[in-house]
């Protein structure tokens, strides 16, 4: 069951208020790289505050695909706030954020993050190269500002969940994907986005 795309999240958890009151106060302080570096502490300080807990559903990995549960979207700064549920396995193919920036953190488990640098391209063929891997665990938090937004993110894990917080500079209902072809030579996919119920 996917959430309609125009609908505002309005949901009631533990420290909600206090989760937004801080978010608010990080997108304020300036240009990108401030918001994202205030977003980025904020985000390691709620996600070590045990007032604030996400719904329960955020917990239940969904079988055939990762989980986005779009869990606020603030009505004055147009930020979005969803939370992804990865399985046991499940990940993404290289991708890019659209052109929005974004802060990425943990919440639960562990997650595999590989930055990808766009060497060349040649129409919808794309050549990239990893740059770097990092295992990152409950509490870390990293930023993505375009053009440096192609990444892609995994649960390595055979047997847990995990659970990341994202906070997008608005709605993010599409993006490019990036389906290898040998090599370093990727094409370029149109993706969109849905977002699962939040219950």
């Known amino acids: 069951m996917h959430a309609t795309a125009n609908a505002l999240p309005n949901l009631d958890f533990p420290g909600h208020d206090k989760l937004v009151a801080i978010l608010d106060a ?15 502490s904020a985000l390691c300080s709620m996600i070590r505050d045990h007032e604030v807990q996400l719904p329960a559903c955020v917990h239940e990995p969904i079988d055939d695909h990762y989980a986005r549960r779009e869990l606020y979207r603030s009505p004055v700064h147009g930020y979005s706030v969803v939370a992804m549920t990865w399985g046991p396995g499940q990940g993404t193919p290289v991708h ?9 953190g943990v919440w639960d488990g562990e997650l595999e993050i590989t930055q990808y640098e766009l060497l060349e391209s040649d129409g919808d063929r794309f050549r990239f190269r990893a740059t770097g891997g990092m295992q990152a665990g409950p509490g870390s938090a990293g930023s993505l500002i375009p053009p440096h937004e192609y990444h892609t993110i995994r649960n390595t894990s055979g047997d847990n969940v995990a659970i990341s917080l994202h906070i997008y500079k608005a709605p993010m209902e599409s993006c490019s994907m990036f389906l290898p072809q040998g090599g370093e030579w990727f094409t370029r996919a149109s993706k969109a986005l849905k977002t699962d119920e939040v219950h």
């Open 96 to 104: 890019d954020h659209c052109g929005l920036w974004c802060v990425e």
């Open 26 to 40: 990080a997108v304020i302080t300036g240009d990108e790289h401030a918001v994202t570096a205030a977003l980025r």
